[in-house]
């Protein structure tokens, strides 16, 4: 849902009901991870994608039923070993999606998520993607005062909504509520979406009731440093896949937002001291990407030898190889140990071939994400195993 919030967020405030189509849950090698979204509007517009085509066609069909019944669906897509046109997934893959009616009745949620990422804090969506009546316990056995009936039909659907410390919405239990509002922070607090399972009361006992969180995390951080064309390309790339763009440089004619438009803050101070200040205020965590790009060890040995001494997602350095030894014999007689050299990143990028700055910046985004995910950055039709690596 992410990647479709704002769209659903302003047909809602319109008066307009949508169809919303989420990946709740994958297993094997499924194309799209959890979170990922599809709505299906009233006029039979389509945005975004679940798995790129293969099931589309049939989960449209599906957001229309539900646009008109309001009764969501939890369907499961996987490869049909009985039929092999039946829909499925070619990658062999299974997804689980949860389809649901979005309309005014869900404005209060999806305010209270606008609001907080417009002011830059995380939130979460906690829904109820299914629920199996015969295993909740009698209301004698501890059910909160006032609580919704344990009905599944009356609990698909339901949503809270955690800001901070404001939540909004039920999901029909106050234990529930408790119990789920401290699982999703813990989602939220690691950046992903993911599934819980409870009993009707909060039991965490895996049966009874499952929930959908939506984790809507603040973007993780790049920050690119030495304001040069390699950098502007860097940059343009970090945005296109999602990180909040800083360029740094200690040159105030290099360092403006006119050379860095793609940038969200173009920073003018010394490297170093700037990181140095970002730690301090722990505005920096273990997502967070570096590219030192300045090549000059006055710049770069004092910047490195404070970002290497913490847990940063990537720390990636531009130079020759004649540049990295020099670098590499500094940094070790600044008294780095040997585990924290070996997470530097240089010289940074892949081998690609690459001779631009954006061929380079391509070089660079290849490494920062194999590095996320664990990728051998090799290709893939010599390797075996499955395509997408488990989050």
């Known amino acids: 849902m992410p990647d479709v919030f704002d769209e659903v967020h302003r047909r809602c405030r319109d008066g307009e009901p949508i169809a919303l189509a989420t990946v709740v849950a994958t297993w094997h090698s499924a194309p799209q991870p959890p979170g990922t979204a599809m709505v ?41 070993d009985d039929d092999a046109y039946a829909v499925g997934l070619t990658c062999g893959g299974i997804l689980d999606v949860f389809v649901e009616r979005v309309d005014t009745r869900a404005l209060p949620a999806l305010d209270a998520v606008a609001a907080a990422r417009r002011s830059g804090h995380p939130a979460a969506i906690v829904t109820c993607v299914a629920a199996d009546a015969t295993d909740d316990p009698p209301a004698d056995a501890g059910s909160s005062p006032g609580a919704a009936p344990t009905d599944p039909a009356r609990r698909l659907g339901r949503r809270l909504v955690l800001t901070g410390q404001r939540s909004v919405g039920s999901l029909g239990d106050d234990r529930l509520d408790d119990a789920a ?133 990537y720390v990636g350095a531009m130079g020759s190889r004649r540049t990295h030894d020099e670098r590499h014999k500094l940094l070790s007689e600044a008294g780095l140990s040997p585990a924290q050299l070996a997470r530097l990143a240089s010289p940074i990028g892949l081998d690609l071939g690459g001779r631009t700055p954006e061929e380079t910046a391509v070089s660079v985004a290849a490494q920062i994400v194999a590095a996320r995910w664990g990728g051998t950055g090799r290709p893939l039709a010599v390797l075996d195993g499955p395509i997408h690596q488990p989050g």
């Open 181 to 313: 509002s401290a699982d999703a922070l813990g989602l939220l607090a690691a950046g992903r979406s993911g599934m819980l399972r409870y009993g009707y009361h909060g039991q965490r006992r895996g049966g009874g009731i499952s929930l959908f969180v939506t984790a809507y995390a603040t973007p993780p951080r790049m920050i690119v440093f030495g304001a040069i064309d390699f950098a502007a390309a860097v940059a343009r790339i970090g945005a296109f896949l999602g990180y909040r763009v800083t360029v740094c440089d200690a040159r105030p004619v290099f360092a403006t937002a006119r050379r860095f438009p793609e940038a969200d803050e173009v920073v003018v101070q010394w490297p170093h001291r700037y990181l140095r200040t970002e730690l301090a205020a722990d505005r920096l965590d273990e997502r967070t990407v570096l590219c030192v790009l300045t090549h000059d060890p006055r710049f770069d040995v004092p910047l490195l030898e404070l970002a290497l001494r913490h847990p940063l997602s």
């Open 40 to 80: 299906v509007t009233t006029d039979g517009t389509v945005i975004g994608s679940v798995s790129g085509g293969c099931v589309e066609a049939d989960l449209y069909e599906r957001a229309r039923r539900v646009l008109d019944t309001g009764q969501p669906e939890l369907c499961r897509y996987g490869i049909s």
